[in-house]
């Protein structure tokens, strides 16, 4: 199953119905955003659904100048024995929709944002500690165990049941709003779930009948993506306990132990009881670009292990999940050389493998290298960018930049409608969107500018013009008549200040502006 669509209602970032259009192309996404565009909030809402715990609160999620509920839609193409069927989900304030394709695709797929990344930065306590919570509640979390749950559920089972437990502990008539009549006697499910989730953390973490650790051995081998990373990784997990008179967790940390060219970025260090113990020293040593790839190829090995899950349908169930690897802005530490073999990680580790991998950014450098890079047949590119005041009480709205042909399509509307400044700019800015593409495509020469707001169409025509593709007396980009009647109309209704009043504008004029319009479209 693929994503197709995905609408978004008075949610998180999003006041006003917001329908991100994939052009009901069930391809991988780059998707580019400045920032307060909303493409956190688009992420987040596809990690909900995805969540595997029913009851999510969705009305906790309201934008707060909607004057609707919150509500998400998602389309999805699949195959049931060999025919085309389309799934939409739609989730409000009532009960999530959990579909068995849906649980199962809950459990192949994985989100990850730069926030959750600097959680692993967090210096108010032990990193180690740190280290294990920020690893079992996101890097691990999807990995799943032999009880069913995943890690990520087994952790929230034990934190809840924690929680219940302390608050029957602070006396009478607190018993009914923990559900516990006597705490005491609830000290067993917290520890066996404690057991469950040490046991499925040994299961991937220790060496187990003379082979390496699973996980530290698929991270070892994604590390050979990068060139001159010169790092090796191993981890130590101390297990979880849990003290009855305290109501809370001991031990739960995970070490991990570096190795920078040889040298191991570990030190000798004495705990609070005196005693000698190991502590990591990494974080002080590695740069920023080092200790993101590091956390990367560890989500990427734990998203390689869940991949293992075998998947049956049963009759009236898709011949195959959705396998979702959403990543929002988590390259932003990540210098140039080290993010081309994250691209490459992508390419030949899970694209092949059935994944619909959405990558969100608000770098538009990067954005711009990597989508040159993207193979159209199987990657859609898009833009979004922030209508300032545009939603409700003044707040921001998400605009999704349209091809060259919708933007035409938007300007005869609005000519139509006797709206000229306004179907001069969509004019315009097709002539602009199309003209970029025909360089782009033919990778024609366009002088460097460090800003980018001077690259005018003045540009991208001359770069054209420049092009030795002429056959009997015609230019084979765009022809040279259309060319000409381009640089007359930039001075009038062409012009990027032709929607500010007064203007001048005519209908005949614009007329002639979409027009010309269509022929560097079509040239595109």
């Not at 919150?70 to 085309?84: C, D, L, N, T, Y």
């Not at 113990?277 to 560890?298: G, K, P, Q, S, Y």
């Not at 209704?493 to 004029?509: G, R």
């Amino acid at each position: 199953m693929r994503l197709t669509k995905l609408s978004v209602t008075a949610f998180r970032g999003i006041a006003e119905k917001f329908t991100l259009n994939f052009d009901n192309a069930a391809k991988n996404i780059l998707l580019y955003g400045e920032n307060g565009s909303a493409k956190s909030s688009l992420s987040y809402a596809l990690e909900l659904l995805f969540d595997p715990e029913p009851n999510r609160d969705l009305f906790s999620q309201r934008n707060r100048f909607a004057a609707t509920e919150p509500k998400i839609e998602a389309e999805f193409v699949g195959r049931v024995s060999g025919k085309k069927r389309i799934d939409t989900l739609t989730w409000t304030s009532d009960e999530k929709p959990t579909p068995p394709w849906l649980l199962a695709a809950a459990a192949r797929s994985a989100f990850l944002d730069h926030r959750k990344l600097l959680l692993l930065s967090d210096r108010t306590r032990d990193l180690s500690e740190n280290f294990f919570r920020t690893s079992v509640a996101h890097l691990f979390s999807h990995l799943p165990t032999a009880g069913g749950l995943t890690v990520g559920q087994l952790w929230k089972d034990v934190n809840d049941r924690a929680a219940a437990y302390r608050t029957a502990q602070l006396g009478k008539g607190r018993e009914a709003e923990s559900g516990l009549s006597d705490p005491v006697a609830h000290h067993k499910p917290i520890e066996d779930g404690l057991n469950a989730l040490n046991l499925a953390l040994d299961d991937y973490l220790l060496p187990l009948g003379g082979k390496p650790p699973r996980l530290v051995s698929e991270a070892t081998r994604l590390l050979s993506y990068f060139e001159h990373l010169n790092l090796t990784l191993a981890l130590q997990f101390d297990h979880l306990s849990f003290n009855r008179t305290e109501g809370t967790f001991e031990g739960g940390r995970l070490r991990p132990e570096v190795n920078y060219c040889g040298i191991g970025l570990t030190m000798e260090s004495l705990n609070a009881r005196g005693e000698k113990t190991m502590i990591a020293i990494h974080h002080e040593i590695l740069n920023e670009a080092r200790l993101t790839a590091l956390a990367l190829v560890l989500f990427f090995a734990a998203v390689r292990l869940q991949n293992e899950i075998p998947y049956t349908a049963g009759p009236a169930e898709q011949e195959q999940p959705a396998r979702l690897l959403v990543m929002d802005d988590v390259l932003v530490g990540l210098d140039y050389d080290h993010r081309l073999p994250i691209l490459e990680i992508i390419r030949k580790e899970f694209e092949p493998h059935g994944y619909q991998v959405i990558l969100l950014t608000h770098n538009r450098v990067w954005f711009d290298i990597w989508r040159l890079q993207m193979a159209e047949r199987t990657w859609k590119i898009i833009e979004l960018y922030s209508r300032r005041g545009a939603g409700p009480g003044n707040s921001d709205h998400p605009v999704q930049k349209q091809s060259a042909t919708d933007l035409l399509v938007r300007s005869r509307e609005f000519l139509a409608d006797h709206e000229l400044p306004a179907a001069a700019n969509y004019a315009r800015s097709a002539v602009e969107t199309a003209l970029k593409k025909i360089c782009d495509k033919r990778g024609l020469r366009v002088p460097f500018r460090l800003d980018h707001e001077r690259y005018t169409t003045e540009v991208f025509l001359n770069a054209i013009k420049d092009e030795k593709k002429v056959v009997d007396g015609k230019h084979l980009l765009v022809p040279k008549d259309t060319q000409s009647q381009l640089r007359a109309l930039r001075k009038t209704v062409l012009n990027e200040l032709s929607h500010w009043h007064p203007t001048t504008a005519t209908t005949a004029e614009v007329n002639k502006a979409i027009a010309v319009a269509e022929v560097v479209v079509k040239a595109s």
